[in-house]
């Protein structure tokens, strides 16, 4: 069973920086990702998406906010993917989701893997 692992995530005061991470794990020989994903909820928010990745390493930042401000990247053979989160905002308080898309290799079928969440706050 494929699963995505993140870490990375804590309390932080404005200004400060985290990097966030996320691992297929499980039978990860079974999955080729193609895309690579970061998604976070505020409270009382919807849940939107935040920046992208391609296997390519084409990336695309998904909301204004965080231009300039957040870097997200990739390792194809390590399955992982990161997002590294500076000059944080206490608006940028919100859960972070990780989410994978791509194919099982031994069947062709789509897979849409989505991480646990981890929290990231920004306080003083």
């Known amino acids: 069973q494929v699963q995505l692992v993140e870490s990375g995530g804590g309390l932080v005061q404005p200004g400060g920086s985290l990097r966030l991470s996320c691992a297929v794990s499980?039978?990860?020989?079974?999955?080729?990702?193609?895309?690579w994903y970061w998604y976070r909820q505020a409270p009382g928010k919807e849940r939107e998406l935040v920046a992208g990745?391609?296997?390519?390493?084409?990336?695309?930042n998904y909301t204004d906010s965080i231009k300039g401000r957040f870097i997200i990247s990739r390792d194809n053979a390590k399955k992982m993917q990161w997002l590294q989160m500076n000059s944080l905002k206490p608006e940028d308080t919100a859960v972070y989701y990780c989410?994978?898309?791509?194919?099982?290799?031994?069947?062709?079928?789509?897979?849409?893997?989505w991480g646990q969440g981890t929290q990231v706050t920004v306080s003083s």
């Open positions: 990745i391609s296997r390519a390493g084409v990336t695309s």
């Open positions: 499980g039978s990860t020989s079974s999955t080729f990702v193609r895309n």
């Open positions: 989410n994978a898309r791509g194919l099982v290799v031994s069947t062709g079928a789509s897979f849409d893997y």
